[in-house]
């Protein structure tokens, strides 16, 4: 099957994703304490709201991608601003491809403004965010927001935009030349890589073998995402991914002295339990429940590793049509590493 590829490339994803990785810093790689800081410039309650929202939503990538141009950010809060507030809060919280009968049943409670023991417990086991079930807070804050979805469509809209008055605003600026930089990087790849080898570069290690059936490809770069990806099916035979095209010389925090990428990277190598994991995955693609069992440990703490390996780019994953993962090592980037480590020595302040 032929892939046709498109890109899309607009500071309206990071405006969102930004907020997203604001709110779950350490999944990211991002130091706690700089995130809060960031995230105390919004006044309360406007700050308490949006950290109750981010505890079970999702970056809106479909919606995005439907706004019209220029997708900046001050045309995402106009479009936002034009929607009914609980169609508002909708788009903007939950992935277009949420199982209908997850949608329904938020719907119903919102129409109610209640919710039964029944409806809680089915959200519990159906309602994921990034492919995990939600932790007992974020459940109850899921529950207790969309029974006043009114309410809380127009308390996001605030909230969005006091965090660009007091943040994105500037932000915007300082993250526009790297999305510029990485779509035209991507761009380049595309005319030399297959779609499976095009994507691995662009996430830095990631293949989903469900893109073999896809025909058209929707790639996005953004500078908050890196080095991980956000995606979304909405289409059986139709896939958007966004890649982190921020340069690896530079941190998401502005100022910071030492790049992100190769402080994980140090701290990785740093760490027993993960070289163990980097020699077996040197052999062959395993999952977390298999490296489980090599190393004697619980499968929490395998993924915890990962996580960290995945987060200095030093393992591939391998994401299946079932959503099982296969991690391997990317022992290239163990060069890269090296060079960065001789480059930053070199530089002068």
Known sequence: MTTTIRWDSSTAYDFFISLFVLHHAIEFGLRPSWA????????????????????????????????????????????????????????????????????????????????????????????????KELKPAGLENLLRVWS???????????????????????????????LEQGLERAQKLAGRLAVDALVDELSRGVRFEELESVKELVLVP???SAPLVFRARPKADKALIVFGARPEVESVAPGAETPDLLVSALKSLGDPTRLRILRYLAGQPLTPTELARRLRLRPPTVIHHLRALRLAGLVSVIVSEDGEKRYTARLEALNGIYTSLQDFLKKQD
Do not use: C
């Open 148 to 178: 006043k979805s009114q309410k809380s469509g127009d308390l996001l809209q605030e909230a969005l935009n006091e965090y660009y008055q007091v943040f994105f605003a500037e932000e915007e600026h300082r993250v526009r030349p790297a």
């Open 222 to 224: 953004s500078y908050w």
């Open 36 to 131: 809060a800081g960031v995230r105390q410039r919004i006044p309360s309650p406007k700050r308490e709201f949006l950290e109750k929202v981010y505890s079970f939503a999702a970056v809106p990538l479909e919606w995005i991608y439907d706004l019209p141009n220029p997708k900046d950010a001050v045309t995402t809060l106009r479009s936002a601003a034009d929607l009914a507030p609980a169609d508002r809060f909708e788009a903007l919280t939950l992935p277009s491809d949420i199982p209908a009968e997850v949608r329904e049943t938020l719907r119903g409670i919102a129409v109610r403004g209640a919710w039964t023991s029944e409806e809680k417990d089915f959200l519990g086991t159906q309602f994921s965010r990034r492919g």
